[in-house]
């Protein structure tokens, strides 16, 4: 009897509580991690992360660790440099975990929630938390599992872990207890996003985990890695850390669907299969590098990528800020991502030093605020580009040790002689090929620069875009590899492109190039190191390698439908290929004059039908705005809007904006 009045008293409390008010503060923690709308990093444009996964590396340091952190502090720090989205990191290297946890240890020294607390107050200041948990540098788990063989290095003297100290992602439980992690920040905070971070594993391990997997992937027993096929080794690596993504991500999107994730080890600069990025939310530029953000934007097919732009190596005091090139990855499609490490953060308080302060103050927060101004004409946008270079993953199979560096170097000059000349390319992954909403119609040429491995169904699509009026560029011995870089007796477009494969030649130090390009124009001096030998079928050779009473097609091109394939046989000189690529792709969308050091980078807002113009370099110039390209007539917005003029002039072929003044960060909105 008692009970029941115990249990009946407890309800009618609850009942009173809730029409108080009361029970929506009790289970406010609740309501919100539900019902809460993420700002991901898509969203932000002036993102920072406090990297502290570099201090207080010794285990004795440990209590000292986050003693004296102030989510508040933390969060007005931010604030005042303008930041709009910012990491906070859950699981650092440490392997200690900054909130409430029944999987992990929390860091000794910490005080409370510090995870809960410090999203909560980021979020009064309307500043988005993305939760951050490491993969492979889990130092903490590395010590306690030290002489299993999953576990490849050691800490030194001092118990200290580096980058040395690698973790097997197949290690038994492992991937289980990353998830074990994920799955409770993202149940119990609000979190805006979620990253992972060191997205890397074990060559050669023979541990528990990689016999199982290795069984469940080939069918057979792992006993010995074979060295006489290391391709095996390098295989099974990308399939260990494909198995990561794939997992972490469906766990993710089951959990809360609309939070955005991404990994940092998923670009150019890693090992990992490029293709993953499909898989997240946002691409991912390590650096400040606006030809590595176009790369990685085109081949992960996502409109924004967080593009690293402070500090490649945390230095004291900083590097000075570069204004230029940070607005044009802004331009191209970028989120300011900023960080610094161990060299300016205090161990205790998590706050920068009085160096790294000022570097704040005079630079990084007023080019924040600048951001902030500008964002409804950064929102939503895409380069204006008219050449697209294609690219297939596949075609690193066919280097050693799947080493993707040699194609890198051969697509490089080539989309960074169109940023200097004001003209982006665009970058389209070999998967997007027969995707309707691409429109490739508006990219000529399409090159392939070494381009391999592509799919039937793929070499079909690129057919049929030359034969719906395209134009596409094959250079060097691109579209001779199988999708596993296995070499092929012929060109995968042989026929079409109306020339045969010979051999792959050296080129004489003597030889000289002659014949003409399309429409006349000139052909650059340049020295070749080698060329494809071919024999041609059909078509028109323009260009010719000499040498004594020996001459090779240098440029060949070929008719198919209403289009056109030309097949360049070397891709050493960058000014030749950009030479031929003007000559087949005609006038840019603008044109800078004087050029050179001045530089612009146009964009696109389909939703709002119109253009901005971002007006890179500071001074007096003129932009040429090509009308097949930007069809725009008139001027309807500017910033800043003082400070600078502008006179809009028609012309025979377009636009013509010129600009005098100084103003800096200028841009215009066209119709």
Not at 162 to 172: D, E, G, Q, R
Request: charged share 25%; proline share 7%; glycine share 6%.
């Amino acid at each position: 009897m008692k009970t029941n009045l115990i249990r009946a008293w407890l309800c009618w409390a609850v009942l009173l509580a809730a029409s108080a008010g009361f029970a929506d503060e009790w289970f406010a923690p609740f309501k919100r991690v539900s019902d809460y709308k993420p700002k991901g990093p898509t969203h932000c444009f002036r993102q920072f992360n406090i990297d502290w996964s570099w201090i207080s590396l010794r285990p004795d340091q440990l209590p000292e660790f986050l003693s004296e952190a102030d989510p508040v502090a933390l969060a007005e720090f931010c604030r005042r440099t303008h930041v709009d989205g910012t990491v906070v990191m859950a699981v650092p290297h440490h392997g200690y975990c900054t909130h409430e946890t029944r999987v992990g240890t929390k860091f000794p020294g910490m005080k409370g929630d510090w995870f809960g607390r410090t999203i909560e107050e980021l979020h009064k200041r309307k500043i988005a938390a993305f939760g951050y948990v490491t993969l492979n540098w889990n130092w903490k788990f590395i010590r306690e599992n030290l002489g299993r063989d999953f576990i490849h290095g050691k800490p030194d003297a001092d118990g200290v872990c580096t980058s040395k100290c690698t973790i097997c992602l197949n290690a038994p439980g492992y991937l289980e207890l990353v998830e074990a992690y994920t799955s409770e920040v993202l149940e119990n905070y609000p979190v805006d996003g979620m990253r992972w971070d060191i997205l890397k594993t074990a060559e050669g391990c023979l541990c528990d985990g990689c016999k199982k997997f290795y069984r469940e992937t080939y069918g057979e027993e792992l006993t010995s890695w074979d060295r006489t096929e290391p391709e095996r080794v390098y295989d099974f690596y990308l399939a260990t850390t494909s198995r990561i993504v794939t997992r972490l991500r469906a766990l993710c999107k089951r959990i809360k669907p609309s939070v955005e994730i991404w990994q940092n080890s998923i670009q150019s600069y890693h090992p990992n299969h490029l293709d993953l990025s499909r898989q997240m939310d946002i691409a991912y530029n390590e650096y400040g590098d606006p030809f590595r953000l176009l790369f990685i934007r085109g081949v992960a097919d996502k409109l924004a990528a967080i593009n690293g732009l402070m500090n490649k190596a945390p230095t004291e005091p900083p590097v000075p800020l570069d204004r230029r090139e940070w607005r044009t990855c802004l331009a191209l499609g970028g989120r300011c991502y900023s960080y610094y490490g161990h060299k300016q953060t205090s161990q205790k308080t998590l706050l920068p030093g009085e160096t790294m302060l000022a570097w704040h103050r005079e630079q990084l927060a007023p080019f924040y605020k600048m951001v902030s101004q500008i964002e409804p004409w950064l929102q939503d946008t895409v380069p204006v580009s008219h050449v697209g270079i294609v690219f297939s993953e596949a075609t690193r199979f066919r280097f050693p040790k799947y080493d993707r560096t040699p194609y890198i170097n051969a697509m490089e000059p080539i989309a960074i002689a169109g940023l200097q000349r004001n003209a982006p390319v665009e970058f389209v992954n070999a998967l997007d090929l027969d995707t309707p909403q691409k429109q490739l119609s508006r990219l000529k040429p399409l090159i392939l620069p070494l381009t391999s491995g592509l799919l039937p169904s793929e070499i079909a699509s690129l057919r049929k875009y030359v034969e719906q009026g395209g134009c596409l560029l094959v250079a060097g011995d691109a579209l001779r590899h199988d999708p596993r870089g296995k070499e092929m007796n012929d060109f995968a477009l042989a026929p079409e492109m109306g020339v045969s494969f010979r051999q792959i030649a050296t080129a004489p130090t003597d030889a000289t190039t002659t014949g003409r390009l399309p429409g006349d124009s000139p052909i650059p001096a340049c020295k070749l190191r080698s060329f494809v030998a071919v024999e041609p079928q059909r078509g028109d050779t323009l260009l010719s390698l000499k040498h004594k009473e020996k001459s090779w097609p240098l440029l060949h091109v070929s008719r198919l439908g209403s289009g056109r394939i030309a097949y360049l046989a070397s891709v050493d000189s960058a000014e030749l290929v950009q030479a031929v690529m003007d000559a087949l792709a005609g006038p840019p969308p603008i044109a800078v004059t004087p050029g050179g050091s001045h530089q612009a980078v146009l964009t696109s807002q389909p939703a709002k039908r119109q253009w901005v113009l971002h007006l890179i370099s500071d001074g007096d110039y003129s932009v040429e705005l090509n009308r097949r390209h930007v069809p725009a007539t008139r001027i309807v917005g500017r910033y800043p809007k003082e400070g600078w003029q502008c006179q809009a002039t028609q012309t025979a072929t377009g636009l013509r904006l010129t600009v005098s003044g100084f103003a800096r960060d200028r841009l215009l909105v066209l119709k």
